[in-house]
């Protein structure tokens, strides 16, 4: 009885260490077969809310292409242009400014742009206060007024504000009795709310969020250039044709996709189009515009 246990203890010795091999053996096989693509998104909100946001959405990416596609998310705008640069992410969604950060050291590539609800490639940067704010009816009233804006490199929440309000009101950062810039679109919000700053900009999708939750409008940019998606160069041309096929085929106003769309953020949920880099020209000549004005969009390092 003893010998015939100790044959079955060698038995399993023996085997356990083959099944495992075949099983690691055919995980790799596998792992080939679904190349690791990596996206990665500027940090729009708390990187938490980011992944809710945004994991149905790689989710969907996994099940319609033939890659696994894994989310990124850094701490700041910045941390998502290193990690494109050093090509530890493939694919970017990005803003106009941090797109022509990226482009300006030959890092990333324009690739499709996002749609709004009404079917085109733009978005508003928009001017919030509390709702409660008697004093703050206009962009004029700001003056003498502490101010939030978001991320040095936020596009919508710091440049085109920024860029509106010297050329549009003839209001320039000394006007503030005080202002800073915070790391997030809600993070504007929510400190306008706890009464921190009395006025500032953010998304506008983000302002709608809280647009009759104490928060109210009281100005917004002009149109900007959408929400981009942004590819490193060296990019594998069958996984570009894979990704653009399916997001291309997107269509909001088919129930079905709706349904599904609506669990990704409000930034990426209307669909996508082709674009190339003069679409982003005046975010460019906004960038100028304030150089000139002395104001350096490029602060946060």
């Not at 100790?6 to 077969?33: H, K, N």
């Not at 860029?163 to 000394?174: D, M, P, R, S, V």
């Not at 109210?216 to 981009?228: C, V, Y």
């Not at 069958?238 to 990704?243: E, P």
Request: net charge negative; charged share 20%.
């Amino acid at each position: 009885m003893l010998r015939y246990c100790a044959i079955i203890v060698l038995f399993s010795c023996i085997i356990q260490p083959i099944l495992f091999s075949d099983l690691e053996a055919a995980a790799s096989d596998q792992g080939r077969m679904s190349p690791v693509v990596r996206l990665g998104v500027i940090t729009l909100y708390h990187p938490l809310v980011m992944y809710r946001q945004y994991q149905p959405f790689v989710d969907f990416l996994s099940k319609s292409t033939p890659y696994d596609f894994e989310l990124k998310i850094a701490q700041d705008y910045l941390g998502i242009i290193r990690l494109l640069c050093d090509r530890s992410i493939d694919i970017a969604l990005l803003g106009g400014l941090t797109y022509i950060e990226a482009a300006s050291t030959s890092c990333g590539l324009p690739f499709l742009a996002a749609l709004n609800s009404e079917q085109k490639p733009f978005y508003h940067g928009t001017f919030i206060a509390k709702e409660g704010n008697t004093e703050i009816g206009k962009l004029q009233n700001l003056k003498g007024k502490s101010f939030a804006f978001a991320s040095h490199h936020s596009t919508s929440g710091n440049l085109a504000p920024l860029y509106h309000l010297y050329a549009n009101e003839k209001i320039g950062l000394q006007d503030f009795s005080t202002y800073e810039n915070l790391s997030y679109h809600d993070s504007v919000a929510r400190e306008i709310l706890r009464g921190n700053y009395d006025a500032g900009v953010v998304l506008d999708s983000v302002a709608r969020k809280y647009q009759g939750k104490g928060i109210k409008i009281i100005g917004q940019t002009d149109p900007l250039p959408g929400f981009l998606l942004v590819i490193r160069p060296d990019l594998d041309s069958a996984l570009i044709s894979s990704l653009e096929e399916v997001l291309l085929d997107l269509d909001y106003l088919n129930p079905k996709q709706k349904a599904m769309m609506d669990t990704w953020d409000v930034n990426i949920r209307y669909g996508f189009l082709r674009v190339d880099d003069s679409r982003y020209d005046p975010v460019r000549q906004m960038i100028l515009y304030l150089q000139k004005q002395g104001i350096s969009i490029e602060s946060e390092k």
